[in-house]
């Protein structure tokens, strides 16, 4: 305790330089997840959205924590300043956006937070972008190259995001929204008794974690009409927005799915197919 | 209890992953560099030289630009600042990436250029690839030269070096070793022992000229840095120049349009102003005319029914008379004659002296407008009286004919739903 209000006492003082900023911030990290999951948790109170139980704990943490973390790297440069109060206005900024986080009640159980956690890394991380792709519809690196009808070197780059993901992504992902490996195995065996019931459910999540999570690109949320699609296959344009979108809505991944590789897909279209591990 | 511990292994697990930060990325350096402007992708950054640099040019503020590695890690970032310039220099590893952030009240501008680290090697392969320019950012013309000396004087010191290695692993190998006797003449390897002298020497000459080179190349590289730098801040002053000078030119345009805006604009009120009053006299002159007219009507009206009267009046003047003679013998007779003669007192009262009308009462259709109703009234020559429980009171110069029958012609009209003579 003494520690911590000493840690506490320094980051009320002024820091001038990004040295001391760092000095200072690094040896009081749990006073600040601390102060930041306060302010979450008071925000989610205040709107509604708070029950007492471990995932909503968990919840509060997880986002706390992305707070900490880009405030460590962007508050440097706000030299000279206080960081605690440097902190709160930080965590303040985020929280008066209309919606700072995809809050739904479905979304914190085990399933909910697999997905939402997935889908929220997809926006940061090309690994997960890709991988999720495997997740929803068990997709591999062949037919996420044919679906989204991507050239030879951008072809390349999808197995190398594919095998980093599976060395250690995925598992790195799993410890940041703090499933453990009960709730994994719980996951998988549920899959394993009733796959069809899981899929239904985790497609009503998916759809509400995409829909949130496309805002976050808004040069890539419009979803396109079929013809569109066909011209932008067919004149080899938006390799990115073709990557990124048709993970990210499933009506437009089936709207699209048989127009890359000049119709050479046989299968059926792409349905939620639920795979939990990588 | 469970639960408690469940929660404090998953804060401890974060608490760790913010202390290790950005080394818990599995990428290398080959791999690109996304660009975060506003927490929104942007863009990416490669390394290896075809993306080095990133420039994005916002409407809005610039509040800060996060850097990310392909498996989401959070390299690096920079806060904007209100208005002005910001700069920050990212290491990552033993390569760097330098942020710029510029705001104006116009919006806001990010620069974002990928510095690897110098690599021997890749200056040599580089080089003799032809693409030494991409190593330094893209303005390494000035370094190749040195880039190039140093990398000939690496070549040839490379193989000196195998060349005395060669040799020294040849005489190792030898079977025969004779010490040396003390002439020149019984020491055959003496002469190659001078020669080994020479080229260590040159040896050393060619280290020190590399070393020398190498720091020449170390200050240009400096200077270069620094030259980008002041270029980055030149072509940002000249982007706030040239929005500034936007700024004014739309400033001025802007109050020119203003200014005639606003001349046009009292213009055309006072004009509607004097095309209201205009209409409005024109109403009222037109109300005038039309009112007049109706009373030129009605005037016309009179003096037609005042000459059918005056002859209504002569042609009764010769019956009065008759009657008058047969009273002297007749009183009765001709009383009774008088009072037979003489039309009923309504009637007499209507059309005696010429001066009074017939006056009847008028129930219209429901829906009649009062200009309906004028206008039936004005046909029929007469004047509206008062109004009472829905009846309207009409006074008219009644024709020469029956009552009765002038009624029946009365109802006969479409607005008119009822009739009466009295009240």
């Known amino acids: 305790m003494s520690d911590r209000t000493g840690d506490s006492g320094r980051l009320e003082l002024a820091v001038s330089t990004p040295e001391e900023f760092d000095r200072v911030v690094s040896q009081a990290l749990p006073v600040l997840l601390e102060r930041a999951r306060n302010y979450t948790k008071r925000f989610m109170r205040e709107t509604g959205q708070w029950c007492d139980d471990t995932a909503h704990e968990k919840f509060t943490l997880r986002w706390s924590?992305?707070?900490?973390?880009r405030f460590i790297l962007c508050g440097r440069s706000e030299v000279p300043c206080r960081p605690l109060f440097l902190l709160d206005s930080f965590v303040a900024k985020q929280h008066s956006q209309p919606d700072p986080f995809c809050y739904h009640p479905n979304l914190l159980t085990p399933l909910g937070r697999f997905l939402d956690g997935l889908v929220a890394r997809a926006v940061i991380s090309r690994d997960a972008l890709i991988a999720l792709y495997h997740h929803c519809y068990g997709m591999g690196p062949r037919d996420v190259i044919a679906v989204t009808g991507l050239n030879d070197s951008e072809s390349q780059r999808v197995y190398k995001n594919f095998q980093r993901w599976r060395d250690s992504g995925w598992r790195r992902t799993m410890n940041e929204i703090g499933l453990t490996d009960a709730e994994l195995d719980e996951l998988i065996g549920h899959q394993e008794r009733h796959p069809q019931r899981l899929n239904h459910e985790a497609e009503q999540i998916i759809r509400l974690a995409q829909s949130h999570y496309r805002k976050s690109e808004p040069d890539h949320y419009p979803c396109l009409l079929r013809s569109q699609w066909e011209e932008m296959f067919s004149e080899g344009y938006g390799c990115d927005y073709r990557l990124w979108h048709l993970v990210l809505?499933?009506?437009?991944?089936?709207?699209a799915w048989d127009l890359g590789c000049n119709g050479a897909i046989t299968g059926d279209k792409p349905r939620v197919e639920l795979h939990v591990r990588p | 209890m469970e639960e408690e511990r469940d929660l404090s292994e998953y804060r401890a697990r974060l608490l760790n992953g913010l202390e290790v930060g950005a080394r818990r990325s599995a990428c290398d350096s080959s791999d690109s560099i996304q660009v975060f402007v506003n927490e929104r992708r942007a863009g990416q950054l490669d390394g290896r030289g075809t993306d080095a640099t990133f420039q994005l040019y916002n409407d809005t503020r610039i509040n800060n630009v996060q850097l990310r590695s392909e498996d989401g890690v959070l390299l690096g970032g920079l806060s904007g600042p209100e208005y002005g310039f910001r700069t920050s220099r990212i290491q990552?590893?033993?390569?760097?990436?330098?942020?710029?952030i510029h705001n104006t009240a116009q919006g806001g501008s990010a620069n974002v250029v990928f510095m690897p680290a110098p690599h021997r090697w890749r200056w040599l392969w580089q080089t003799f690839s032809g693409t030494a320019d991409t190593a330094i950012g893209g303005r390494a013309a000035a370094v190749v030269p040195g880039i190039r000396i140093i990398a000939l004087t690496q070549a040839l010191l490379a193989i000196i070096v195998l060349g005395l290695a060669a040799d020294r692993i040849t005489a190792w190998l030898t079977p025969e070793r004779t010490p040396p006797t003390g002439t020149q003449a019984e020491a055959p390897w003496a002469a190659p022992l001078v020669e080994v002298a020479k080229l260590e020497q040159q040896l050393g000459d060619l280290a020190r000229m590399q070393a020398k080179t190498a720091h020449t190349v170390q200050s240009?590289?400096?200077?270069?840095?620094?030259?980008?730098?002041?270029?980055?801040?030149l072509s940002s002053t000249q982007e706030t120049v040239a929005s500034g000078m936007q700024a004014i030119k739309l400033e001025m345009e802007k109050r020119k349009k203003g200014g005639g805006r606003e001349t046009t604009h009292m213009t055309r009120l006072l004009m509607s102003k004097a095309q209201m009053e205009q209409e409005q006299l024109e109403a009222q002159i037109h109300s005038l005319t039309v009112a007049n007219e109706q009373m030129a009507k009605e005037m016309a009206a009179l003096a037609q029914h005042n000459q059918e009267l005056e002859k209504k009046l002569r042609s009764a003047e010769p019956d009065v008379s008759k009657a008058s003679v047969l009273d002297r013998d007749h009183p009765v007779i001709a009383q009774e004659v008088e009072v037979s003669q003489q039309p009923p007192r309504s009637q007499i009262a209507e059309a005696g002296g010429n001066a009074q009308a017939f006056l009847f009462w008028v129930n219209f259709s429901e829906g009649t407008t009062q200009e309906s109703i004028a206008q039936w009234v004005s046909e029929m020559h007469g004047s509206r009286g008062v109004v009472n429980e829905g009846w309207q009171e009409v006074r008219?110069?009644?024709?020469?004919?029956?009552?009765?029958?002038?009624?029946?012609?009365?109802?006969?009209?479409?607005?008119?739903k009822a009739v009466r003579v009295t009240r």
């Not at chain 1, 809505?249 to 709207?255: F, I, K, P, S, Y």
């Not at chain 2, 240009?220 to 801040?233: D, R, S, W």
Request: net charge negative; hydrophobic share 45%; proline share 5%.
């Open chain 1, 65 to 69: 924590a992305e707070y900490v973390e």
């Open chain 1, 249 to 255: 809505c499933m009506d437009c991944v089936q709207t």
């Open chain 2, 92 to 100: 990552l590893s033993r390569d760097a990436v330098e942020l710029r």
């Open chain 2, 220 to 233: 240009q590289q400096q200077g270069m840095a620094q030259l980008q730098l002041a270029i980055a801040k």
């Open chain 2, 396 to 416: 008219v110069m009644k024709p020469p004919i029956p009552t009765d029958r002038f009624l029946e012609q009365i109802r006969g009209a479409q607005i008119v």
